[in-house]
């Protein structure tokens, strides 16, 4: 059972990484698109699980890509409303 220890992980780190690539939202993805990176999860199981987690998996920043673009009308600036 040990010796099978080690394909159950990788399969389930592969399964993982396949549900979480389908359940990123495409502007967030980084590196690659979403398609290619599903490709390299399923046909490389653990360097393309791993690159995922490290170089494709969206963080902070690609999730909120409006949060430095300035405010697109003077009612959404809160400046702008404070002086009236």
Avoid at 13 to 35: G, T
Avoid at 36 to 60: D, M
Avoid at 74 to 83: I, K, N, Y
């Amino acid at each position: 059972m040990a010796r099978y220890l080690p394909i159950i992980i990788v399969a389930l780190l592969m399964i993982y990484c396949v549900v979480e690539v389908a359940q990123a939202p495409p502007y967030a993805v980084r590196k690659m698109p979403r398609w290619l990176w599903a490709t390299v999860v399923i046909c490389v199981p653990l360097f393309g699980a791993l690159s995922w987690l490290f170089f494709g998996r969206p963080n902070r920043e690609t999730l909120n890509p409006t949060k430095h673009e300035p405010p697109r009308a003077p009612d959404d600036d809160v400046d702008f409303l404070r002086g009236l």
